[in-house]
């Protein structure tokens, strides 16, 4: 069984430029996850989905940040624009429903 | 909102020793995961918990969801240089999946 797939792997932009994250699900897993992780910190949910529904965005800074789902599968993540304080590893990761969440590797995102 | 406080923060230990780390919380939750992460990778997952008082090895790695429901602990025993990483515990209550701060261990042969 393939794993969440994510890509880019890394990306370097400039602050105020916007750049997009797209993630992968495994098969069959209707929540998908977005997370956030600065260095030496745990990741911080930013959204999370159930098929193409929004279930909690409550952490989500919506005035920069954007997330899509389009026919329940596949998701992308925008910042637009991007700020230094984001540079962190956004993490994507699914799971059946309310059971064991699997990640991706992970893109590392550095403003500069 | 909910908060996981893991400790310890870190730990250093010698090769073949027991490491012992815990999560707690003031809030209730319905599951808990351990995760490991290495460098540069996603967090993986190690032992998920379903019930109160539950008990769930998985080779080396035992992990007890409390009967509380508030707090979880890992234990690995006889450590070996490949534990060394992030490990993170995981507790998922409303629906939401929300992360402790890690452990991070370091395990010198």
């Known amino acids: 069984e393939a794993g969440v797939a994510q890509s880019p792997r890394y990306k370097i932009i400039e602050k105020r430029q916007s750049v997009a994250f797209w993630c992968n699900p495994i098969?069959?897993?209707?929540?998908l996850y977005w997370y956030q992780q600065i260095l030496g910190q745990g990741p911080k949910l930013l959204i999370q989905f159930q098929n193409n529904g929004v279930v909690d965005d409550s952490q989500l800074p919506k005035d920069r940040f954007s997330a899509e789902r389009l026919k329940g599968v596949d998701s992308t993540l925008k910042i637009q624009p991007a700020k230094l304080e984001d540079s962190a590893v956004y993490l994507c990761?699914?799971?059946?429903?309310?059971?064991?969440?699997?990640f991706g590797q992970g893109t590392r995102l550095t403003v500069v | 909102g909910q908060q996981l406080n893991q400790s310890p923060q870190s730990m250093f230990i010698q090769e073949g020793e027991d490491v012992s780390m815990n999560c707690t919380s003031s809030?209730?939750?319905?599951?808990w995961l351990w995760y490991k992460q290495d460098p540069g990778e996603g967090p993986v997952l190690l032992i998920a918990?379903?019930?109160?008082?539950e008990l769930t090895s998985n080779g080396r790695l035992t992990a007890q969801f409390g009967i509380t429901r508030k707090d979880s602990f890992l234990n690995i025993s006889a450590s070996i240089p490949s534990d060394v990483g992030i490990y993170f515990c995981?507790?998922?209550?409303?629906?939401?999946?929300?992360f402790g701060q890690g452990t991070t261990l370091q395990v010198k042969p």
């Open positions: 809030s209730i939750f319905n599951t």
């Open positions: 995981a507790g998922r209550v409303s629906g939401k999946l929300i």
């Open positions: 918990l379903y019930k109160a008082g």
């Open positions: 990761a699914s799971s059946r429903g309310t059971g064991e969440a699997f």
């Open positions: 098969s069959g897993h209707a929540t």
